[in-house]
């Protein structure tokens, strides 16, 4: 089987995992501190990270820091993995969903009609490794006073005019097991605010300033020593990881023939942490007959999260958001990882190509 995603863990991760354990710290140590150095400098571009237990608590403990609260509205997409907007519900403000271009990326054309005096912050998400317009989304919410927090979680080391994802406002990288570099499980939030990096150091860990003694309320959010070493060899990796799916990526798009393929911005910015094309007939034929020839296939998202059962429960639907909705219909993605071989992307480009009547077109 030709896996839609597959960790690499190799010899670096495991001898990082057993020192932590032979040192007896594993929580809040010093692996946990270089990985936060390491990845503000390397990853984010910025002064600060602030490790945590997953992307999802990046995202609840980004929205607390900034103050998001009861009677807030929150700009998102409902084009993604519904913790984005689940956590604007846990903070206890309003998702305010707008729709998507045909990249899955928010409509930043679309966001300051969105905008009413409720409106505290805009959380755009990075879909698939591709920035969204974060530069044009950056200039909205300066222009009406607006936090702006971005989900990274599929956009580590994804870059735009030289400046990357989790750089431009409030950070937020997941290290689940799929992700381009990842941990199992584990997150990161990145800011250039010294004092919100301060808040969400008391946030993560029940809000203590001194042991028993908590100034705010907080959460148990620490990302233990051992994810934190996996994590550490991982990141010296992404370079190499995201180059590889940037190769497997140009030769899909240079060899599929028949679907709608994703493109990809002159300034090579995206880290393809999924290859998705479009298929406007028959997106569900495909997927069975690519795993009957064993190629493994993933649809990132099927349903537009207002159109899920708890947002419908919450009065949510999508009927605002057409794109969001066609593109559950016909996304499809194939494997891009950098696991595959060269005759596995032969494998996925022949079966395609049969599929949509192109056999052995662009294949040598």
């Known amino acids: 089987m030709i896996r839609i995603a597959r960790p690499l863990i190799g010899d670096e991760e495991r001898e990082a995992v057993l020192k932590v354990l032979d040192s007896g710290y594993l929580v809040n140590g010093p692996v946990t501190q270089e990985l936060e150095r390491r990845f503000a400098r390397d990853v984010s571009g910025t002064t600060e990270a602030v490790a945590v237990a997953n992307g999802t608590a990046a995202l609840h403990l980004a929205l607390l820091a900034h103050g998001v609260g009861a009677g807030d509205e929150v700009i998102t997409t409902p084009f993604t993995f519904q913790a984005t907007s689940n956590m604007v519900l846990a903070a206890g403000a309003r998702p305010v969903f707008v729709d998507v271009k045909d990249d899955g990326n928010i409509d930043e054309s679309l966001i300051e009609a969105a905008i009413t005096p409720r409106t505290k912050a805009i959380l755009p998400v990075h879909l698939f490794g ?23 979680a599929q956009a580590h080391g994804a870059e735009s005019c030289g400046r990357r994802a989790g750089g431009f406002g409030t950070g937020c990288f997941s290290f689940y097991a799929t992700k381009n570099m990842m941990s199992g499980e584990g997150g990161m939030v990145t800011t250039n605010n010294a004092d919100l990096a301060a808040k969400l150091r008391l ?10 003694s908590s100034s705010i309320l907080g959460f148990n959010y620490r990302m233990t020593e051992v994810a934190s070493a996996i994590a550490l060899a991982q990141l010296g990796k992404l370079p190499e990881f995201n180059a590889k799916r940037r190769q497997n990526a140009r030769y899909l798009s240079e060899h599929v023939r028949g679907l709608v393929l994703p493109t990809e911005p002159g300034d090579n910015s995206t880290v393809w942490h999924l290859y998705t094309v479009r298929v406007p007939r028959g997106r569900d034929k495909l997927a069975a007959w690519l795993a009957e020839r064993g190629i493994q ?6 349903t537009p999260v207002p159109d899920q059962p708890l947002y419908r429960e919450l009065g949510y639907s999508a009927d605002s958001c057409p794109t969001a909705r066609r593109l559950s219909r016909e996304v499809l993605s194939l494997p891009v990882h950098p696991g595959l071989s060269g005759r596995d992307l ?18 040598e």
Not at 133 to 141: F, K, Q, R, S, T
Not at 297 to 302: L, N, S
């Open 130 to 152: 591709r920035l969204c317009a974060i530069e044009d989304i950056e200039a909205i919410a300066r222009r009406h006073n607006l936090v702006l927090i971005e989900d990274a």
């Open 203 to 212: 946030l993560r860990s029940h809000g203590e300033t001194s042991r028993y």
């Open 297 to 302: 296939t993933g649809v990132y998202y099927p």
């Open 346 to 363: 032969h494998t996925i480009v022949a079966a395609v190509n049969e599929w949509t009547g192109s056999p052995g077109a662009g294949l």
